[in-house]
């Protein structure tokens, strides 16, 4: 960073510090414009960068916000592509949004279609997908977290577990197995099974210490299995998940024959028709967009559960983590 730059930036923050909001963004927004103009891609991201960072944790987040969306901007002219210096500036800015502002968002998104176009993943880097899912569930936005976490990375699943358990918790006892869905089913959309078995282990495993459910423990030579006498549908999708392990299309098909009469009960057969044809090779009428159309679907409620504010009654929920 050149002594001029750093002056400038220095210039500005004394007036953030002055409570001169409003001046100092519209001066580093002229700034940044002319190094842009100028296709001095560096000097505009330590401008934005910085500018940013100072404007957020005053509290700014709108006009702060409005500065990690020029920065996207420069990153996107220039070809910036998603690595450890983009991305932790990025994901940096990220955590200091003051909780709730609206620009967050707008900036997630813009964030996750940056990466998309410039990196690996068409989805959007996991890594940006987790510590997105992981601050909306810190702010008791279940919906949006569990839009992000399902892409997210290894860690995501443990934190969706967490966020759908104190959700359950807040809603009727005996709708556990919506609140399984709504993580083991999108995972398993997204084609990861590791992170759909983790999901379901670590929220069963919660839920089997509530006192008062009744468990029981079914082993075989091939798989130890927890049942849910009370719970039938969340028996089922302990076994279609081992059905999905295996590969065993005559499993699947027995299962959603034996259990029919509860999967009337709830809105799982489109997610269960994808899936069969995924895994199963099922073939089913191709209609509309796959995976993402299901993904939006279920997230936005289809599935069931979801059905009180997570925060209902006073209860709010876990820390996260990943957000240090």
Not at 147 to 173: C, I, M, P, Q
Not at 204 to 209: E, G, K, Y
Not at 220 to 249: C, H
Request: aromatic fraction near 10%.
């Amino acid at each position: 960073m050149s002594a001029k730059i750093e002056k400038t930036i220095q210039r500005q923050k004394e007036r953030i510090a002055e409570g001169q909001y409003y001046e100092a963004h519209q001066q580093l927004r002229v700034i940044a414009s002319r190094y842009t103009k100028a296709s001095d891609w560096a000097s505009a991201t330590d401008i934005l960068f910085r500018g940013a960072q100072s404007l957020l944790r005053a509290g700014q987040g709108g006009s702060g916000g409005d500065l990690c969306i020029f920065l996207l901007d420069v990153f996107n002219k220039s070809e910036t592509k998603p690595d450890a210096s983009s991305k932790g500036k990025l994901l940096s800015l990220l955590r200091a949004f003051p909780a709730n502002e609206p620009t967050k968002k707008k900036f997630v998104a813009e964030m996750v279609g940056w990466s998309a176009k410039y990196g690996e993943y068409p989805a959007g880097d996991p890594e940006i997908h987790h510590v997105a899912g992981s601050a909306f569930a810190e702010e008791l936005e279940p919906y949006d977290a569990e839009r992000h976490l399902v892409l997210g990375t290894k860690d995501s699943a443990e934190v969706l577990a967490n966020l759908e358990f104190a959700w359950y918790t807040a809603d009727d006892s005996h709708t556990a197995p919506l609140y399984a869905a709504r993580g083991a089913l999108p995972y398993l959309l997204a084609g990861n099974l590791r992170a759909a078995n983790k999901f379901f282990l670590l929220f069963t495993s919660r839920l089997s210490s509530k006192p008062g459910l009744q468990t029981q423990q079914v082993s075989t030579s091939a798989s130890d299995l927890r049942v849910y006498p009370s719970l039938p549908l969340l028996n089922f999708l302990g076994l279609l998940l081992l059905s999905v392990e295996r590969g065993d299309s005559s499993l699947y098909r027995q299962l959603k024959s034996h259990y029919a009469a509860h999967l009337k009960e709830v809105n799982w057969d489109e997610a269960l028709d994808q899936i069969g044809e995924m895994y199963f090779g099922i073939r089913i009428p191709k209609q509309g967009n796959p995976m993402f159309d299901m993904l939006g679907s279920m997230f936005g409620g289809s599935m069931g559960g979801g059905a009180k504010n997570p925060a209902a009654g006073n209860k709010t929920l876990p820390p996260t983590g990943g957000l240090d």
